[in-house]
């Protein structure tokens, strides 16, 4: 069956524009889970939804980053008024359920963003 | 707070050797630990879930085990091959966090 989907797969952007990044989780999948991958860094957790709630926010970098999701499916990360240090490759993750313990992740294939 | 390592950060093997991945985390109280791989520009695939109550888990080549009392965790991969070739990462879950080490590159000399 069809795995995580993001969209864009690469976005340039100039410092100061909005942009938003789209994630298709696995079908039938309630957990969602964005990270980013900066250049030289770990994986860094933004945050995680159970159907469209977000129990767990504190990752977000800060409040010029958002996210929704709707209809328990596609969630979207929103970024206002980029900037230079916002350029990463932005991870989306689905999982069957947050529960304990977790479950397995299955991640899509980024979106690289750059800001310019 | 959660610490997680991956040493060696980088490594280059010749093809065919057995190998060895460490993971070592600061807080014991985990929920399980995945191990991924990275390609280059690709997302991360899973290789293995361990639950916080295994010890250890195995994929074909692949075996990993967990010793949560010491923090430490091994991915070991045999017979490599030039496929293998990625970066590879620990990552451990609690409250529904998933912290991530920052991985190891494995080159493998064809």
């Known amino acids: 069956g069809a795995g995580v989907s993001q969209s864009p797969s690469n976005k340039v952007t100039e410092k100061g524009k909005d942009v938003e990044l789209r994630c298709d989780p696995i079908?039938?999948?309630?957990?969602l889970y964005w990270y980013r991958q900066s250049l030289g860094q770990g994986l860094e957790f933004l945050i995680y939804?159970?159907?469209?709630?977000?129990?767990?926010k504190s990752g977000l970098p800060s409040d010029r980053f958002s996210a929704e999701r709707t209809g328990g499916s596609v969630s979207t990360l929103t970024i206002q008024r980029t900037q230079q240090e916002d350029s990463a490759v932005y991870l989306c993750?689905?999982?069957?359920?947050?529960?304990?313990?977790?479950?397995?992740?299955?991640f899509g294939p980024g979106t690289r963003l750059t800001v310019t | 707070k959660q610490e997680v390592t991956q040493i060696p950060a980088a490594l280059s093997v010749p093809e065919g050797e057995n190998l060895v991945l460490n993971c070592s985390f600061t807080?014991?109280?985990?929920?399980?630990l995945q191990w991924f791989r990275q390609d280059p520009g690709k997302g991360l695939t899973s290789l293995l879930l361990?639950?916080?109550?295994?010890r250890e888990q195995t994929s074909g080549r692949l075996n990993a085990s967990l010793d949560k009392s010491s923090g430490r965790s091994t991915l070991y991969i045999a017979a490599s091959q030039p496929g293998d070739s990625a970066t590879y990462l620990c990552?451990?879950?609690?409250?529904?966090?998933?912290?991530f080490g920052k991985g190891t590159r494995l080159h493998i000399l064809p």
């Open positions: 807080d014991s109280a985990i929920y399980n």
């Open positions: 993750a689905s999982s069957l359920a947050v529960g304990l313990p977790p479950g397995e992740q299955y």
């Open positions: 079908s039938g999948h309630t957990a």
């Open positions: 361990i639950q916080s109550s295994q």
């Open positions: 990552a451990v879950n609690r409250d529904d966090k998933i912290i």
């Open positions: 939804f159970q159907g469209n709630s977000a129990p767990d």
